[in-house]
């Protein structure tokens, strides 16, 4: 028995594809997007769990003597969480763009590679 020229065979098969396909570059589009927030939203400058105001400084101590071993203020805060924020966007936004190329050159392949029967 040959399915030769059966429309509901073709269908069936383009329409797991196309599924695929759509969930692939809607989560990579969706992923890239979160990158993307990542990079441009500012951080709020930290200082251990607590938020810092503009003039405030924040001091380190050590566990073994209780000296400062560090101190910063708000901005110098602000900005190394804004570079490790950024970091890690730019990786979040790379995954996501290789997921939307995946799900289009998933497409382009189904398209050129299916079967005419």
């Known amino acids: 028995m040959t399915t030769t020229g059966n429309p509901e065979r073709k269908v069936g098969q383009w329409g797991c594809m ?3 396909v759509l969930v692939l570059l809607t989560a990579g589009i969706w992923v890239g997007l979160v990158g993307k927030d990542m990079i441009v939203d500012e951080p709020p400058a930290l200082c251990g769990g607590q938020i810092m ?3 405030q400084t924040c001091e380190s ?3 073994s ?3 400062t071993t560090d101190t910063f203020g708000a ?3 602000a900005n190394q969480q804004d570079t490790a924020k950024d970091f890690f966007g730019w990786i979040v936004v790379l ?3 290789t997921m939307a ?3 289009g050159g998933l497409a382009v392949m189904a398209i050129r ?4 029967d």
């Open 61 to 63: 101590y050590s566990r």
């Open 65 to 67: 003597n209780g000296k």
């Open 53 to 55: 105001e503009e003039d």
């Open 75 to 77: 901005e110098e805060a």
């Open 18 to 20: 196309s599924v695929i």
């Open 101 to 103: 190329l995946a799900g």
């Open 95 to 97: 995954i996501g763009g």
């Open 113 to 116: 590679y299916r079967k005419d």
